[in-house]
C-alpha cells in the first residue's frame, strides 16, 4: 500500500492539476461560448476522449512489454524497441488521422456542430496513438515523475491556447486546434524524455512487434469501458436541445473528476498487475490496495462535490447552468463506481484474462 502511494503521488499531483486544469478549462470556455455552443463542444471532446482509446490501449500494452523486459533483465533492449513502435504508430496513425478526415461529415452532422470544429480533432488522432509509446515506456520502467511532467505540459499548453483562441473570436473550432496541440507538444516532450540515443533512432525500423498479443482483448476491454463513460455525452447532444445538453454537459464535467483523479492508481499499479499477470498473492496484494486507495479517493471527492454542488455549479459556470446541480449526485455515484470498474479493467488486461 505504502509503495503503491508513493509511486502514484506524482502522478496524482499532475493528474490532480490536469483536472484542475480541466475544470478551468470548461469554466472559462462555458463562459465565453455560452450553454448552446458550450454542448457542441463538449460532444467534440467526448468523441475525442473515445477516439483516442488505441491511445490508452497502445501505453497499456507497451507498458506491459516494457516492464516484463525490465524484471527480466533485460533493459537494454527497451530504447530499440520503444523507437521502432513510435514509428509504426505514427504510420498507423497518419493513416487514422486521414480516415476520421473522411468520416467527418458522418459524425458533424447528428451531432448539429460544423465539420470544421470536427475535423480540427484530427491531428488529435494521430499525436495520442503516437504518444501512447513513450508513455507506456516511461509507465512500465516507474518513470512516474517523467509522466508527470507531461502531463502537466499538456495541461499548460491546452488551458492557455485554448482560452486564448475561444477570447480571440475562433469559437468551439479553437478550442478543439488548441487540444489538438496539446497533445503535439506532449508527445515531442515524451518523446525527448526518453532519452534514446540517436544511433537507435537512426536504425530502429517501424515495427508493431511490440503491441502483438493482448492488443485486441486490451482495445475491446477498454475501449467498451469508454464508450460506456461517455457516450451519455453524445446522446445527450442529439437528443435534448442545445441548452438542456450544454447544462448534462456541465453537470458531466464535474463528475468526471471522480473517474479521472484515481486515474494515477492504474497507472502506477499496471506495471506491477503486469510483473505478477494478475497471480499469485502479490497480484492480490496490488489489487486489494489499489482497490481501496481509489474507493477512498473517489468517495471522499464525491462527498464534497454533492455537498457543495450548488456552490461549485453556480461559480463554476454561473447562473445560466444552475440547474446542472441537480444531476450531479447521480452523474457523480456513476463516475465513482467506473473508477472501481476501471481500475479492474486495467488489471485483467495485465492479467490477459480470458
Partial sequence: MAELLQGALPLLLALGLLNASNFLFHVALSRLLGPTSYGALAAILAIALVVSVPFGVVQTVVAKRVS?????????????ATARAAKGTAIVGAGLAVLFLAVT????????????????????????????????????????????????????????LGVGLVAAGWGVPGAVVASSASQ?????????????????????????????????????????????????????????DDTDAGIYAAAGLLSRALLFFPAAVCWVALPRFSESRGRGDAAGR?????????????????????????????IAFGSSYRSAAGLIPVLGLAMALLSIVNLLVYFHVAAESR
Fill in 184 to 240: 503535439g507538444v506532449s508527445l515531442v516532450l515524451a518523446l525527448g524524455l526518453l532519452s534514446v540515443p540517436r544511433d537507435v533512432w537512426r536504425r530502429a525500423r517501424p515495427s508493431l512487434t511490440m503491441l502483438r498479443g493482448g492488443f485486441v482483448s486490451a482495445l475491446l476491454g477498454i475501449g467498451a469501458f469508454w464508450l460506456l463513460a461517455e457516450t451519455d455525452l453524445v446522446l445527450a447532444r442529439h437528443f435534448l
Fill in 68 to 80: 516484463l523486459l525490465r524484471v527480466s533483465g533485460r533493459e537494454s533492449d527497451i530504447p530499440e
Fill in 286 to 314: 496490488w489489487l486489494n490496495g489499489a482497490i481501496r486507495i481509489t474507493a477512498a479517493l473517489s468517495v471522499a471527492a464525491l462527498l464534497v462535490m454533492v455537498v457543495l454542488r450548488k456552490e461549485i455549479v453556480l
Fill in 105 to 160: 461529415p458522418l459524425i458533424a452532422g447528428p451531432l448539429h456542430v460544423g465539420e470544421g470544429s470536427v475535423g480540427s480533432l484530427a491531428p488529435y488522432v494521430l499525436f495520442t496513438l503516437v504518444l501512447g509509446v513513450p508513455l507506456g515506456a516511461m509507465q512500465g520502467r516507474l518513470r512516474f515523475a517523467a509522466m508527470g511532467a507531461v502531463v502537466t505540459t499538456a495541461v499548460a499548453v491546452r488551458l492557455g
